[in-house]
């Protein structure tokens, strides 16, 4: 398996508060994505990064920011959570940006009340 | 706009019977598709894939077919067993975008639970 960590893997917050999602891959790729898993939707991303510092947005990024400081991490912040933002959330790395697979971690759980 | 779709949310097959699980897209400029499978509390598991160059892809006992002219492809599990149940995702990616750089995103389809039932 890809030496893939999210942390934490579930969180309950409240409306208005920020959050911060991290991942730590062990495996030196250089492409990391964030998804989320919502019922009815599949895996949507969120933003991805194509090296340290350099970061894109995805399909639903709107309320969400991120950072890549290290290769090996790759952190998702809600500035201010809502409850439209309760999901699950699942970070990946990929070796090469097309014709290979991507891995995933096992997801973080979280609900915003 | 759901550019890749699974239209059957569950399926319930036998144990040692065929599972066909299929999946439609809509963008012609896919060249990449894979299968994940997965099971609750866990992240999805890259299953197989299959370029668009090829029509057929196999590992085991699951096979993949793509048919371009219908943009439509499908899993096939033979034979199937309990552990086969969990969720099963079609993605696609696209290799370049219109300015000739690697775009290489995955569109997930919805999902479709398989049931394997012994």
């Known amino acids: 398996d890809a030496g893939i960590t999210q942390s934490p893997r579930h969180k309950v917050t409240e409306t208005g508060t920020p959050v911060t999602l991290r991942c730590h891959q062990t495996?030196?790729?250089?492409?990391m994505y964030w998804y989320r898993q919502d019922p009815g939707h599949g895996l949507r991303l969120i933003h991805y990064s194509y090296g340290v510092k350099d970061t894109d947005k995805g399909e639903v990024s709107d309320g969400y920011s991120v950072s890549r400081s290290k290769t090996e991490d790759f952190l998702l912040t809600l500035e201010s959570a809502t409850s439209s933002q309760t999901s699950v959330y699942f970070c990946?790395?990929?070796?090469?940006?097309?014709?290979?697979?991507?891995?995933f971690g096992d997801g973080t759980r979280l609900s915003i009340l | 706009d759901q550019q890749v779709k699974q239209n059957s949310p569950s399926l319930s097959v036998q144990e040692g019977r065929i599972s066909i699980l299929n999946c439609d897209y809509t963008n012609s400029m896919f060249d990449y598709f894979l299968w994940y499978k997965k099971y609750p509390a866990e992240g999805p598991t890259f299953l197989i894939s299959?370029?668009?160059?090829?029509d057929k892809n196999e590992d085991g006992r699951f096979t993949v077919f793509l048919n371009k002219s219908a943009k439509h492809l499908s899993l096939h599990i033979v034979p199937s067993q309990p552990g086969d149940s969990a969720v099963y995702f079609c993605a696609a990616n696209r290799a370049y975008n219109a300015g000739g750089t690697s775009y290489g995103k995955l569109t997930f389809g919805q999902g479709t639970i398989l049931t394997v039932h012994p």
């Open positions: 299959i370029s668009s160059i090829k």
């Open positions: 495996e030196n790729h250089r492409y």
């Open positions: 990946a790395i990929s070796s090469q940006l097309s014709n290979q697979p991507q891995h």
